[in-house]
C-alpha cells in the first residue's frame, strides 16, 4: 500500500520507501500540495496552509477573507483566468471563448493496477491513485493520475482531460502536472546542448520570474532535454534534497519553474503549449503525457541512481533490460555511403575472432543512396550498389559468427525518391511554399494513417524477408512548416502531438510486432533521448561525437537521468571525425565500456596493435557488462567542472565495482590526483585487481585511489575491484 486517504482531513498520503508526498483536499474545494520530500509520519499537516491577507491580489471568489488569494496557496493543477498569475497546467477554451477551469474535488479512486495510456509509452506500476476534479460551469472534468513506486523514490503523475459539454472544448494548455514548493532557496538543474554536444548540465539559480526549458522542434531534441531538477540549498552531486522532474515524451515540450513574489516555487510541464490547441469533442478525453518525478536525500547522485533504477524496472522493455548487449561493428564512420559488399567483407574478416559479435549496416543500402540528398522512403535493397544481394551479405555474416543489424530512417523521405514522387501529400509541408531544407530530407506525415501503414508495410518487408536481429532506428530532422492537408483548419496545432502519437502507433506496430528484433535508437546522435523512447529502444545512440574527450561530458549529461546500459558507445577512428583529436585505442576502449559497446571504424585501415587490442576489449568489457546492465552508478568527477572524469559502477551487492579514471590534459609537475569511489561496502575487502592490494571499502573511499595515467593527453586508468572479504 503507498496511498492512504484520511477521510477526516481530507489528506492524501502518497509514500515511497523514502519520500512522502502530500496532498490536501482544501476548504475552496481544490487540491493543494502540502509537502513534498523525505518520509514523515501521516499526521494533519493543515497547518501549513498558512493563508495570508495578500493586499492587492486578486481574491478567492466566496472566501471570506477578502484579500486571499490563490497566488500564496500550492494547486496540484492550477488553471488560468481565476487569479493565479503564475505558470498555469492548464487553459482551456469552452465553445463561448472564456477560458476559466474553477476545479472542485469530486472524488477519487485507487486503482490496484496502473491503467496504461492510451496511445503513449508509460511507466508500468501498481497502485494509482485518481482525483477527480470538476468545472460545473464548462461541464469539463479534469483526472489527475498518481503512481507511487515504493521500491524506488518516484511517483509517475498525468492528467486525463474529459469534454462532457455538448460542444467542442479547445486545449490551449493541457501539462502533465504541477507541484508547488512552499519556499526555500532553490538551483535549477537543466540541460542545453547541439549536434554532437548532447546533454550538457546547467545550474541556475530559481529567480522570481520564470525559467523554461523546451523543445519546438517536434522531437526532444539535440538541444534540451525533458529535463529539470530543483536542488535545494547546497545540494551538490552527493548531498541535499534534489527533486527530479523528467517528462515521459519524445515530442516538443515544455518544463518551467517559477519563483513566485512569495517566495514559492512552482515546477511544471508536459506537451509545449507554444503553437499547440487541440480540439476535444464533446464525450472526448485528451491525455497528457506522464512525467516521472524523483526525490532524492542524497543530491544528484542518488537521483540519478533512482531514474536508472526506474526506467531499468518499469518501462525499458523487461525482455532486453538485463539482457546481454551485442557488441556491435557498425560500417556509418567507416565507410559513411561508399560501400559495397566485397568492402563490407573485408572489415568482417578483420574482426571476426575478435568478439563482436553483430555487424550493424548503416545508412546507404537502399533505393537511390549514394548520398544523403535522396531515396529516403524507398526501403528496397539497392543490390547494383551492393554487388549483390543483402542476402550474400548476412551469409557472410553469419559464417563468421556475427549476427546482422540494418539501418532505417523510417519517418523521413528524400523528395528524390519514388515514394515521394508517387505521393508528394505524404510529407508534413505546406504544398504551396518551399519547404525549408535540412539534409535534403522532409518528414511523413505521421498524423495520416495511409502514412503509417506504408511505413510499417516497407519496413516490415525487409524484417521478414531478411534474417535480421537488430535494427538501427534513425531521424536525422525537425519539422518546420508544421501543415497537413489531412487535418482542418482549427486542427493544424494539433500536428506536433499527432505526429508524435503516430510515431508512437508505427513504433507499436514495427518494434513490438518484432519481438525477436532488438531495436536501437538514435536520432543525428542523442536528438530523441528520452523515456518514451527507452520504452521503445533499450539503447540509444548517445552521439554522433565519438571522441573519447566528448564522449565522457556527453556521457556524463546523459547519466542524469538515463542508466547505462541505455546508452551506446563506440570506438571509433582517430584523428575523430568530429574533433580531429587523437585519444589511444585503450582510452577510446575504456569510455566506450561505460554503455553498450561497439565499433565504428574501418578496421582494414587501422594499425595492428589497434586491431590487435579489440579482442583483450571485449573480454574486458564482458567482465564488466552486467553492471552496465545492472549496477548504481556513482559520478566521482565532473568533466564539466575539472580536468578529470571518473564513474564507478558498483553491483547491487557491492561485490564488484569498476572504477574508471580520465584525465583530460597532462600537467607536467601537478598534485597526485586521487579518485574517491563512494558506492562501496564500507567493512568489506575488495582486491584491486590492477594493483594486487586487498583494502577495505571504507579506506578505498576515504584514502581514495591513486591512478597512474599514462603520460598524455586524454588518458584512463581502470580499476577491477572484486570483493573477497
Ligand atoms: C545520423 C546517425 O546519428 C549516424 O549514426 C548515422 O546513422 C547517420 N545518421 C546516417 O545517415
Known amino acids: ?10 489528506i492524501f498520503y502518497l509514500e515511497s520507501n523514502n519520500t512522502s508526498y502530500v ?19 501521516r499526521e494533519d499537516l493543515s497547518y501549513t496552509e498558512v493563508l495570508r491577507d495578500r493586499g492587492s491580489e486578486v481574491a478567492i471568489y466566496g472566501a471570506p477573507e477578502r484579500k486571499l488569494s490563490l497566488m500564496g496557496m500550492s494547486n496540484e493543477y492550477p488553471a488560468y483566468g481565476k487569479g493565479d498569475f503564475r505558470e498555469c497546467a492548464f487553459i482551456p477554451q469552452s465553445a463561448d471563448g472564456s477560458r476559466v477551469f474553477e476545479s472542485e474535488f469530486e472524488g477519487y479512486e485507487i486503482l490496484k493496477e496502473k491503467p496504461p495510456i492510451d496511445g503513449m509509452p508509460s511507466l508500468s506500476g501498481g497502485e494509482t491513485l485518481v482525483l477527480k476534479l470538476y468545472d460545473k460551469i464548462s461541464n469539463v472534468r479534469v483526472k489527475l493520475f498518481y503512481t507511487v513506486y515504493d521500491d524506488v523514490d518516484a511517483i509517475a503523475r498525468r492528467a486525463e482531460i474529459e469534454n462532457l459539454s455538448d460542444s467542442p472544448l479547445m486545449l490551449n494548455r493541457a501539462y502533465s502536472f504541477n507541484v508547488d514548493f512552499p519556499d526555500g532557496k ?9 549536434h554532437l554536444r548532447e546533454r550538457e548540465p546547467e545550474i541556475t539559480p530559481v529567480m522570481h520570474g520564470v525559467i523554461s526549458v523546451d523543445s519546438k522542434r517536434g522531437a526532444t531534441s539535440l538541444h534540451s532535454s525533458c529535463f529539470a531538477a530543483l536542488l535545494e540549498g547546497n545540494a551538490d552531486e552527493d548531498h541535499g534534497n534534489v527533486y527530479g522532474f523528467n517528462l515521459i515524451y519524445s515530442g516538443s515540450f515544455k518544463l518551467n519553474v517559477e519563483q513566485s513574489p512569495y517566495d514559492t516555487v512552482r515546477v511544471n510541464g508536459g506537451i509545449n503549449d507554444f503553437d499547440f490547441s487541440w480540439k476535444l469533442e464533446s464525450g472526448e478525453k485528451f491525455s497528457t503525457p506522464e512525467v516521472a518525478l524523483v526525490y532524492s536525500d542524497g543530491g544528484v547522485g542518488k537521483m540519478s541512481r533512482t531514474f536508472h533504477d526506474l526506467y531499468r524496472k518499469y518501462i525499458i522493455n523487461p525482455r532486453y533490460v538485463n539482457e546481454l548487449r551485442p557488441i556491435v561493428i557498425n560500417n556509418w564512420e567507416a565507410t559513411y555511403f561508399n560501400f559495397d559488399i566485397p568492402k563490407l567483407c573485408s572489415i568482417i574478416d578483420t574482426i571476426k575472432d575478435s568478439g563482436i559479435n553483430m555487424f550493424v549496416l548503416d545508412d546507404g543500402w537502399f533505393g537511390k543512396r549514394d548520398n544523403d540528398k535522396s531515396g529516403l522512403g524507398d526501403w528496397t535493397v539497392n543490390e547494383q550498389k551492393l554487388k549483390g544481394s543483402l542476402k550474400t551479405l548476412i551469409d557472410y555474416c553469419h559464417a563468421s559468427g556475427l549476427k546482422f543489424g540494418l539501418w532505417f530512417e523510417p519517418e523521413m523521405v528524400s523528395e528524390d525518391s519514388d515514394v515521394y514522387r508517387a505521393h508528394p501529400d505524404w510529407a508534413i509541408k505546406i504544398p504551396y511554399r518551399n519547404a525549408a531544407p535540412s539534409r535534403d530530407q522532409l518528414v511523413f506525415d505521421l498524423t495520416k494513417k495511409e502514412v503509417r501503414d506504408y511505413i510499417v508495410e516497407a519496413v516490415e518487408y525487409n524484417l521478414k524477408k531478411y534474417d535480421i536481429d537488430y535494427v538501427k532506428w534513425d531521424m536525422n530532422r525537425n519539422i518546420t512548416e508544421n501543415f497537413s492537408d489531412g487535418l482542418p483548419a482549427d486542427r493544424q496545432t494539433e500536428i506536433m502531438h499527432r505526429y508524435i502519437l503516430g510515431l508512437y502507433d508505427i513504433c507499436e506496430r514495427l518494434i513490438k510486432g518484432n519481438p525477436d528484433i532488438f531495436f536501437e535508437g538514435c536520432s543525428s546522435g542523442g536528438g530523441r533521448f528520452d523515456p518514451a523512447m527507452a520504452y521503445y529502444f533499450p539503447q540509444i545512440w548517445t552521439s554522433d561525437d565519438t571522441d573519447a574527450n566528448e564522449r565522457v561530458k556527453i556521457q556524463y549529461g546523459t547519466s542524469l537521468c538515463y542508466p547505462l546500459s541505455l546508452m ?10 568530429s574533433t580531429n583529436r587523437t585519444a589511444s585505442f585503450a582510452t577510446r576502449g575504456h569510455i566506450a565500456h561505460l554503455g553498450a559497446t561497439g565499433y565504428e571504424l574501418d578496421t582494414t ?3 595492428e596493435s589497434d586491431l590487435g587490442q ?8 564482458h567482465k564488466m557488462e552486467r553492471l552496465i546492465l545492472e549496477g548504481d552508478l556513482y559520478r566521482l568527477e565532473n568533466p564539466f567542472e575539472g580536468n578529470y572524469f571518473g564513474f564507478e559502477v558498483t553491483s547491487k551487492d557491492k561485490s564488484q565495482s569498476v572504477i574508471t579514471c580520465y584525465k583530460t590534459l597532462d600537467m607536467p609537475n601537478n598534485a597526485v590526483k586521487r579518485f574517491y569511489p563512494k558506492g562501496l561496502a564500507p567493512d568489506a ?8 592490494a586487498k583494502l577495505s571499502g571504507s579506506t578505498i573511499m576515504n584514502v581514495g585511489l591513486i591512478p597512474y595515467f599514462p603520460w598524455s593527453d586524454f588518458a584512463t586508468v581502470v580499476f577491477n575491484l572484486t570483493r573477497v572479504k
Open 568 to 577: 551506446s558507445c563506440h570506438v571509433s577512428i582517430c584523428p575523430n571525425h
Open 186 to 194: 532553490y538551483r535549477v538543474l537543466t540541460q542545453h546542448g547541439a
Open 614 to 621: 579489440i579482442k583483450g576489449q571485449v573480454e574486458q568489457y
Open 23 to 41: 496532498i490536501k483536499v482544501n476548504r475552496f474545494g481544490f487540491l493543494s500540495n502540502l509537502y513534498y520530500g523525505k518520509k514523515i509520519a
Open 1 to 10: 500500500m503507498s496511498v492512504y486517504f484520511d477521510k477526516q482531513t481530507g
Open 605 to 607: 585501415k587501422i594499425n
Open 685 to 692: 575487502v575488495y582486491l584491486i585487481e590492477e594493483t594486487g
